[in-house]
């Protein structure tokens, strides 16, 4: 059925009559996705629960015309539970792991004041992450916290729970109130070239580099990687759900250079990390030189690529690889820049990107560029 005026009037008539939103105040500040809304209880309803298990798609297809979109905790874990997706989350994971059970009381856990629990017995959770500065400890020092909106929902209302999430989506969209509070952001801005700082120093490639050191950007990486990373990660709610199935520890693995030249992570189930030639050539510069390489200064270090690369390709250099050779040593050029977004795909299509950034190239604009994996985790045969 679609909504004429008459609808809207009566729709705006009835949320101008509903409870207020509670303030959902937590410790937490959850991964930046302020279009989330989540179904939170501190106890079960079968009928409330049957109705998300059963109509959640219908209900995200009506949420997302308005940009929003609902998550009921238990079907997320299940989709969660996937082996590829905890893999790629924590690469350590041991065969046959178990994940923990998360239910509807997940955000529950995080609340400012525990007492507060009771207040949430059945509702949605719009999560804003506005930063709360009123808070002090007992010592006196600044409590920091984040409020987010409650809904209450009920199945016990003379109004269907339809009828209640419409009128939730009706006020979000139309209440100015809540539209012009400022929302505190969790994630990191993604890294961007201000073209007003650009430099015309002979530096070009080090000026284009996408720095991942203030927040990960995975639009540079090629189609096949970005579509894996993207199909992989989780955003959202779902990485803090994530973290609580899996509590990965971060544990970085050792990386082996064999004989021949292969990249192998033995405590991540002696995955094999595999690049082009040139790439690997490039990876294994970075790699010999611990303090790092300035882009400005890669001619430099020419003659050296092209030792490494012939180990790597004994055949001899053709013109083909000479040139190739040339431009990604070239400050001037963009091919550095081609080279290190393929090395860090190699790495993040694997695993995510907070274990990651420790094996690719990275570094600030006009600094060095280095791999950040402490040395003693890396063993040449």
Known sequence: M???SEHFVELFSAARGRQEPVEFVTKACYPDDHDELVYVANE???FINRMFEQHLGFINRVAALDRYHFTYIPS??????????LRYADPSMAEGYVPNAVGNDFLL???????DRVKFKHGIVCIKNRLNYSAFSASGGRVYSFVNLFFPLSSDSEKSLARQLLELLFILRYSAELDDR???????????????????????????????LDGESIGDLIREIRERVEKLRQRGLAASVLDELLHPEGRLSQMVITKDFRIILPDYHDMEIKMEPLVKAVYLLFLKHPEG??????????????GIYLKLKPNGLTDKAKSSIE???????????????????AFVGQFD????????????????????????????E
């Open 2 to 4: 679609l909504l004429n």
């Open 44 to 46: 079960e309803d079968e």
């Open 76 to 85: 997320l874990a299940v989709r969660l539970k996937d082996e590829d997706v």
């Open 109 to 115: 856990k995080d609340l400012l004041n525990a007492d």
């Open 182 to 212: 400022q929302s505190f952001s969790c994630g990191n801005p993604m890294y961007s070239i201000d073209d007003d700082r650009m430099r015309d120093d002979g530096n070009i490639a080090d000026d284009h580099f996408n720095s991942q």
């Open 293 to 306: 390489i300035r882009f400005k200064e890669l001619p430099g270090y020419r003659e050296e690529l092209s």
């Open 327 to 345: 431009d990604v040593t070239n400050p001037l050029l963009n091919s550095i820049n081609e080279k290190c977004a393929r090395i860090r795909g």
């Open 353 to 380: 990107n907070y274990l990651a950034k420790y094996y690719y190239i990275d570094g600030r604009r006009g600094e060095p560029k280095k791999i950040a994996l402490a040395r003693e985790l890396i063993v040449w």
